[in-house]
T-cell receptor, first 113, second 111 residues
Framework: EAQVTQNPRYLITVTGKKLTVTCSQNMNHEYMSWYRQDPGLGLRQIYYSMNVEVTDKGDVPEGYKVSRKEKRNFPLILESPSPNQTSLYFC????????????FGPGTRLTVL | QKEVEQDPGPLSVPEGAIVSLNCTYSNSAFQYFMWYRQYSRKGPELLMY????GNKEDGRFTAQVDKSSKYISLFIRDSQPSDSATYLCAMGIYNFNKFYFGSGTKLNVKP
């Protein structure tokens, strides 16, 4: 089954404790993105990747890092999480060019205390 | 000013009604326009995708883009309780994997 998977689905952590949210897709898509979704603000793009070893900032990259060492995986890293990073996070993948369907993962609900 | 503005609702309609959902945007460089549906506790799923001004129909759904007014709409005919969800508009620029989403409109279709 074609899908985007994220882990963990739920995470409660404390300020400053490094964490990684994994994202994996099995559709051989070139493009992958990370979003955060907050009430009243909608989905905001954090980082995106056009291919292996090619990443770029979205609208809200501060406090986040990403890496794309393999085509299928695009982990989101929070080196020193803060309470304002409490949010619902979605990973998405796209076949090509940003002009095609984005397939979203199920989401990761992160709470930073 | 946000790139994309969308009325958050909630919008409550009886089953069978025609629903109109709208977004406005400020960036004239946007070239393609999408509508996503998001059920509670799920990721968004693409409903409609249009490139350039005009209408696009898919079953009960019609997407309309008016680039001159920077205004897009999604119409749902014969709405069903299963259409109850949050609808997000999104837009982007060709060949740039950067997308801008509206905040979403919550729709409730009452049986």
């Amino acid at each position: 089954e074609a899908q985007v998977t994220q882990n963990p689905r739920y995470l409660i952590t404390v300020t400053g404790k490094k964490l990684t949210v994994t994202c994996s897709q099995n559709m051989n898509h070139e493009y992958m993105s990370w979003y955060r979704q907050d009430p009243g603000l909608g989905l905001r793009q954090i980082y995106y990747s056009m291919n292996v070893e090619v990443t770029d900032k979205g609208d809200v990259p501060e406090g986040y890092k990403v890496s794309r060492k393999e085509k299928r995986n695009f982990p989101l890293i929070l080196e020193s999480p803060s309470p304002n990073q409490t949010s619902l996070y979605f990973c998405a993948s796209t076949p090509e060019g940003g002009t095609d369907t984005q397939y979203f993962g199920p989401g990761t609900r992160l709470t930073v205390l | 000013q946000k790139e994309v503005e969308q009325d958050p609702g909630p919008l409550s309609v009886p089953e069978g009604a025609i629903v109109s959902l709208n977004c406005t945007y400020s960036n004239s460089a946007f070239q393609y326009f999408m509508w996503y549906r998001q059920y509670s506790r799920k990721g968004p799923e693409l409903l409609m995708y249009t490139y350039s001004s005009g209408n696009k129909e898919d079953g009960r759904f019609t997407a309309q883009v008016d680039k001159s007014s920077k205004y897009i709409s999604l119409f749902i005919r014969d709405s069903q309780p299963s259409d109850s969800a949050t609808y997000l508009c999104a837009m982007g620029i060709y060949n740039f994997n950067k997308f801008y989403f509206g905040s979403g409109t919550k729709l409730n279709v009452k049986p």
